[in-house]
């Protein structure tokens, strides 16, 4: 996950959750009441203010070594904070979906998380190439299709 931090300047930082380390990881679960990594990343996709305030604490602890979850706010979140799922996540949750839509032999339960997918991407085209990875390309919006 990518969690963007706009600042009132209008410069974005952008910080990922693949780049935690271990115990950066353990300190989110415990500052957040011991919540499981797993159930942080479901509240990350869900865009939950605590969960994306949570990762930019621990990459400011690595400056900031006092720095308190308590005490760190992020005023105006709602504007300034979001979370976007990064190529691998796509390939993830691509795999899964697939994995059903082969299993019944269609293509809407696919179809239908489409635009969910491209909504929270980071980059929206990662959609469309994960699609092309896995043999689904002609989903793609405004694609033709050529018989050869």
């Known amino acids: 996950m990518i969690i ?5 300047d209008g410069t974005a930082e952008r910080v990922t959750t693949d780049d935690l380390s271990a115990i950066e990881a353990a300190a989110i679960e415990e500052a957040m009441g011991d919540v499981p990594w797993r159930a942080i990343e479901d509240r990350l996709r869900g ?11 621990a990459y400011r602890r690595r400056t900031e070594k006092t720095l308190a979850f308590a005490s760190f706010d992020v005023p105006g979140w709602r504007r300034r904070l979001t979370a976007r799922i990064e190529r691998t996540e796509i390939d993830e949750v691509l795999s ?16 239908s ?14 959609v469309e190439r994960a699609l ?7 989903l793609v919006p ?3 299709v050529s018989e050869d």
């Open 142 to 144: 405004d694609r033709t």
């Open 47 to 57: 865009q939950d203010p605590t969960a994306m305030r949570a990762v930019l604490w």
């Open 4 to 8: 963007t931090y706009t600042q009132d």
């Open 132 to 138: 092309d990875a896995v043999g689904k390309g002609h």
């Open 96 to 111: 899964n979906i697939l994995a059903e839509a082969l299993a019944k032999n269609e293509d809407s339960a696919i179809d």
């Open 113 to 126: 998380m489409l635009p969910h997918l491209r909504k929270l991407a980071a980059d929206p085209a990662d």
